[in-house]
């Protein structure tokens, strides 16, 4: 039971026994801001109508009444309109024996609905980039997070396996490859179709100047160019299942999901189901003639449909080109059908980037258009851009930042720094190697996730991996710490019985059980806002509490025994609550550093 929920069941029958019966909604309690002293602070506002005083005589009224009432309540103090109310050692002790004993602390009870995320959303023409990174990363964390607020939870990926950008590395690979695969080349499968992405770009430039230089002006070189029409030839092939380039779309793409696996594995995330737009797009189209037909869209002369959302504050949205071939919001509107048809959600969240606003704002209005209901429970959780400072862990291209370069050099980086503070000293190999592994993505994951998905940020790969600040090795080693603590009093003999006892809690003893209390609103809340940063703000503090607690109080040297197995135990707690929290983040911790 949560501070709120004990105070409010005993604030009921004290207003009831002043004032009269109170609707359970006029108790509104909130945690006392840290300038005041107290625990909980109950807002007396809606309760003047009962008591027909000043909001300063009801809250002193209630006060006393309250204390007189409940053996828990220590102390009071009325500021204004505001009840600030002060909770008993004893209760604290009390708290931390429920939180010691309760299996899967701060997790939500079941909620009955189920919630789609998707997350990551590669093209198959190039590799994972640091766009990709941070989307992954968000999109996994929050999967977690919302399972752990009690919904059953399904992680998909969207793959955009086809269109004109596939067909432009597909040709690029038939002009220059010259049967260039995987295995002869020594490349991941998808670095190797990303070279060819790239070569087609420079043939294309090469010849958009060649016309130029003809007298051509630039719009209609870049239309008239031979090698853009050759890739649009070859996705109405694709389109019409021609044998030859079918067979080169499933061989180059399956180069590229090799490839992709390798980083997601890397990375630490997956997915319970793979979607693929090749498959999902003819629906789309399908929806949108049936649109065509009940007169919600319109086709224009050169045959493409739209929908005119001028009326919604918008512009018209092209969902048919005039040859026949989807956009992206054709396979958008089919896959959203499918997948709230198959799988009964309750909500969908796309985890797109900020750039993508418009696209769904438009997804919501046309499928509303369309008829569906479902379509107001379509969240577009929309992230801001990740950038590096200049010159650091730059691509192969030199425009974007590998994926694959990155994880490797935030893992170098973690073992560099971690042999010039000789934390390595007295492992193995394998053990070094594994804890950078864990320090090296934990750092990345924290210092991402632990800004608020809206915000444009700027990472850091060193700044990230510093031991003693607001980063995600800091939270580690805390963890690590704690253990080493507890194996440490294994090896004198001293058992962690798991109990509090009789022994009383220092005022910052108390204040470790608060943060620990807090910790399932702080989960219904990072659920609630889709935020990650809400899990690290918490963890962070949780860990730095402890710290400074590790410090200014003895545990192992302890003489008084209750009082060192309530330490002990105190300890483990928070360990187990860092690890839960951390989890939610998509990182591990080690059991030592």
């Keep these: 039971m949560n501070i709120e929920q004990f105070l409010h069941q005993?604030?009921?029958?004290?207003?009831?026994?002043?004032?009269?019966?109170?609707?359970p909604e006029q108790i509104q309690l909130q945690k006392t801001r840290k300038e005041f002293e107290g625990d909980a602070t109950l807002v007396v506002f809606p309760?003047?109508?009962?008591?027909?005083?000043?909001?300063?005589?009801?809250?002193?009224?209630?006060?006393?009444?309250?204390?007189?009432?409940?053996?828990?309540?220590?102390?009071?103090?009325?500021?204004?309109?505001?009840?600030?109310?002060?909770?008993?050692?004893?209760?604290?002790?009390?708290?931390?024996?429920?939180?010691?004993?309760?299996?899967?602390?701060?997790?939500?009870?079941?909620?009955?609905?189920?919630?789609?995320?998707?997350?990551?959303?590669?093209?198959?023409?190039?590799?994972?980039?640091?766009?990709?990174?941070?989307?992954?990363l968000l999109g996994y964390s929050v999967s977690k997070i919302l399972e752990a607020a009690g919904n059953k939870v399904i992680k998909v990926n969207l793959v955009n396996d086809r269109g004109i950008h596939i067909c432009k590395s597909m040709l690029a690979w038939q002009k220059f490859g010259g049967g260039e695969t995987p295995a002869s080349s020594g490349k991941k499968g998808d670095h190797l179709v990303g070279d060819y992405?790239?070569?087609?770009?420079?043939?294309?430039?090469?010849?958009?100047?060649?016309?130029?230089?003809?007298?051509?002006?630039?719009?209609?070189?870049?239309?008239?160019?031979?090698?853009?029409?050759?890739?649009?030839?070859?996705?109405?092939?694709?389109?019409?299942?021609?044998?030859?380039?079918?067979?080169?779309?499933?061989?180059?793409?399956?180069?590229v999901y090799e490839g992709f696996d390798k980083t997601y594995c890397d990375m630490g995330v997956s997915f319970d189901k793979v979607y693929y737009e090749s498959q999902t797009y003819l629906l789309g189209k399908s929806l949108v003639e049936d649109g065509?037909?009940?007169g919600v869209f319109f086709r224009k002369e050169d045959g493409s449909v739209w929908c005119d959302l001028t009326a919604d504050g918008l512009d018209q949205k092209l969902l048919l080109r005039g040859d026949g071939t989807s956009v992206y919001m054709t396979q958008d509107l089919g896959t959203a059908l499918t997948r709230f048809e198959e799988e009964k959600l309750d909500d969908m969240i796309y985890v797109v980037g900020n750039e993508q606003n418009y696209h769904?704002?438009?997804?919501?209005?046309?499928?509303?258009?369309?008829?569906?209901?479902?379509?107001?429970?379509?969240?577009?959780?929309?992230?801001?851009?990740v950038e590096l400072p200049e010159g650091k862990m730059k691509s192969r291209e030199g425009t974007v930042v590998d994926a694959d370069d990155l994880i490797a050099g935030?893992?170098?980086?973690?073992?560099?720094m971690s042999q010039e503070l000789g934390k390595f000293d007295d492992m193995t190999e394998a053990e070094a190697a594994e804890i950078s592994r864990k320090v090296g993505l934990g750092a990345l994951k924290y210092f991402i996730l632990k800004v608020d998905p809206r915000k444009t940020m700027l990472f850091d790969p060193r700044e990230s991996i510093d031991f003693n600040g607001n980063t995600g090795p800091f939270i580690q080693y805390t963890y690590a710490r704690i253990k080493s603590v507890l194996r440490k009093a294994s090896d004198k003999g001293i058992a962690l019985s798991?109990?509090?006892?009789?022994?009383?809690?220092?005022g910052e003893e108390i204040a470790l059980v608060?943060?620990?209390?807090?910790?399932?609103?702080?989960?219904?809340?990072?659920a609630a806002t889709f935020s990650p940063a809400v899990i690290a703000a918490y963890a962070y503090e949780l860990a730095k509490a402890y710290n400074g607690y590790y410090h200014d109080f003895p545990i192992l040297r302890e003489e008084d025994a209750a009082k060192q197995a309530m330490r002990l135990t105190l300890s483990a707690t928070v360990a187990r609550i860092l690890a839960s929290a951390t989890e939610l983040l998509g990182i591990e911790v080690p059991e030592r550093m």
């Excluded at 050759?230 to 793409?253: G, H, I, K, S």
């Excluded at 379509?375 to 959780?381: E, N, R, V």
């Design 360 to 385: 769904f704002q438009v997804l919501k209005l046309i499928l509303g258009k369309l008829g569906y209901a479902w379509a107001d429970h379509i969240t577009h959780l929309s992230y801001g851009m």
């Design 514 to 526: 608060k943060m620990l209390a807090d910790y399932p609103a702080v989960v219904a809340q990072a």
């Design 10 to 23: 005993r604030l009921l029958p004290v207003v009831a026994s002043l004032y009269g019966e109170a609707a």
């Design 292 to 294: 065509l037909a009940r």
């Design 47 to 136: 309760l003047l109508k009962l008591s027909r005083k000043n909001p300063e005589a009801t809250a002193r009224e209630i006060g006393e009444a309250l204390r007189a009432a409940v053996p828990e309540v220590e102390a009071f103090n009325v500021i204004k309109g505001f009840l600030n109310i002060s909770l008993s050692e004893a209760f604290w002790r009390e708290r931390l024996g429920e939180i010691v004993a309760a299996d899967g602390y701060g997790l939500g009870a079941p909620t009955g609905r189920t919630v789609m995320v998707e997350y990551s959303s590669p093209n198959t023409n190039k590799p994972l980039h640091l766009g990709h990174v941070r989307n992954n």
């Design 197 to 255: 992405y790239v070569a087609f770009d420079k043939a294309y430039k090469a010849e958009i100047k060649e016309l130029m230089a003809g007298g051509m002006d630039e719009e209609t070189a870049k239309k008239e160019a031979p090698v853009i029409k050759e890739a649009q030839a070859m996705l109405r092939q694709w389109e019409a299942r021609d044998a030859e380039v079918y067979a080169l779309w499933e061989t180059m793409n399956g180069w």
């Design 410 to 416: 935030m893992v170098d980086t973690a073992r560099e």
């Design 498 to 506: 798991g109990e509090v006892g009789g022994a009383s809690l220092a």
